[in-house]
């Protein structure tokens, strides 16, 4: 049987709350074309200067090209790749002094660490919050140069990456290589709370630096991973360099280092890197493996139950048909969750983070999951005359179908543009 695509009048119809209110619709903003190819219906060609000249709440959609820094600063922004498209920014991305009721949501883009000690995403001073989905960010394909941590979320209160890769280390033709002096950590966060949900986070290393960097590095703050494979470094093999001096081998690193944080782990996998070879019988070593969670005076919890997978369209036109998948345990029912505003919440009770604002603007019952235990939904959304965009902020909950515990899916956020 064909299934009916979800609609804002089916929601309504089926009793659920009103998924839009005037207030609401009306508080969203213009939608902006942003492609490094000067052409009709083309706004910018600047990814930079279309976030300068922004109002807060606008929309970027960024088509396919090469662009250079983007800094986002003090106002809610959300930048989305074209369908099927993944837009490079090249020289970093900063975003800095949100406010507790800005948000910036990036979506399907490729940040890149560029040459040098510059990062890839750099979040600071943010009171608001930030969410990447679908997003990578990884070192420039170079060899030789210094390389700090590609990722930093430093005092900030609320970054959630969803289905993100973060890759420390820069490959060229397909192999990996060390950078030159610097260990390359792919996340550090301090005094932050930082989630992730389905992501890989893989650090790197520095020939200059005989141990292995850890795949995340805190200090301090709030740490939650979902669904999400972290991996330290391998240490450097050991090198005899005369015929009575050696360099001992390095270190693995670890994948999760604590440092004093709150680290919340649900159905994730962690390895350390693995200590590097002796070079000869007659050099020291091995080098240690690195550990999975090196706590140093930090905590770590794990949370109970399997993970439950959830994707929507990321962006959809107004009118256009889009998907929601959803992945749990044959024959479990669940709740689909949506908000038009997003307030993460941590609940250790049902093994993860709550994205969508409370109150819900939907709650709508799903049909329980199949045999194969995922099932896809058709969902269509047409904006009402003069709203230029919309985001929703969606979620599953679900009811295991053999302990009757709550879980928590993968969060979601979609875009819609008239």
């Not at 993944?86 to 800095?96: A, D, V």
Request: aromatic content about 4%; overall charge negative; charged content about 15%.
């Amino acid at each position: 049987m064909r299934m009916r695509p979800l609609s804002l009048a089916m929601l309504s119809s089926l009793g659920t709350a009103l998924f839009l209110s005037a207030d609401e619709v009306h508080a969203q903003g213009a939608v902006w074309v942003v492609d490094d190819d000067p052409g009709p219906g083309v706004d910018f060609t600047s990814l930079n200067n279309a976030s300068l000249s922004a109002q807060s709440g606008d929309v970027l959609l960024v088509k396919d090209g090469l662009y250079g820094g983007l800094s986002i600063q003090g106002k809610s922004l959300t930048v989305v790749a074209e369908s099927g498209e993944t837009p490079e920014i090249s020289l970093g991305t900063t975003i800095g002094g949100l406010q507790p009721d800005q948000v910036v949501v990036l979506s399907g883009l490729a940040l890149v660490a560029p040459n040098g000690p510059d990062r890839g995403l750099l979040l600071e001073g943010n009171e608001g919050r930030v969410i990447l989905r679908d997003c990578t960010v990884v070192r420039s394909n170079t060899v030789g140069l210094l390389c700090p941590e590609i990722a930093m979320v430093r005092n900030s209160d609320a970054a959630v990456f969803l289905g993100c890769e973060l890759q420390a280390y820069p490959e060229v033709l397909g192999v990996a290589f060390p950078c030159d002096v610097l260990d390359s950590i792919a996340l550090c966060a301090e005094n932050s709370s930082v989630f992730t949900y389905d992501c890989t986070i893989t650090g790197g290393g520095g020939l200059g630096v005989l141990d292995g960097s850890p795949g995340v590095n805190l200090q301090g703050g709030l740490f939650f991973a979902s669904n999400t494979v972290m991996v330290g470094a391998d240490g450097k093999d050991g090198v005899r360099v005369s015929d009575t001096d050696c360099v001992d081998p390095g270190d693995g690193g670890d994948a999760i280092r604590a440092n004093g944080a709150e680290v919340f782990l649900h159905s994730s996998v962690l390895s350390g890197g693995l200590g590097g070879r002796s070079a000869d019988a007659g050099c020291g070593g091995p080098g240690s493996d690195g550990q999975d969670v090196n706590s140093s005076a930090g905590t770590v919890t794990s949370l109970s139950g399997g993970a439950r997978g959830y994707q929507s369209s990321a962006l959809l036109r107004s009118g256009e048909a889009g998907e929601l998948t959803f992945q749990g345990n044959a024959g479990e029912a669940g709740l689909w969750l949506a908000s038009l505003s997003t307030d993460p919440i941590l609940s250790t009770g049902l093994s993860g983070l709550i994205v969508p604002a409370l109150p819900f603007d939907v709650v709508f019952l799903l049909p329980s999951l199949p045999g194969s235990g995922t099932q896809t939904l058709p969902i269509q959304i047409s904006l009402p005359l003069g709203v230029d965009s919309l985001l929703i902020y969606s979620q599953a909950l679900f009811r295991d179908s053999i302990n009757q515990a709550r879980v928590l899916s993968s969060p979601s956020v979609l875009v819609v543009t008239s």
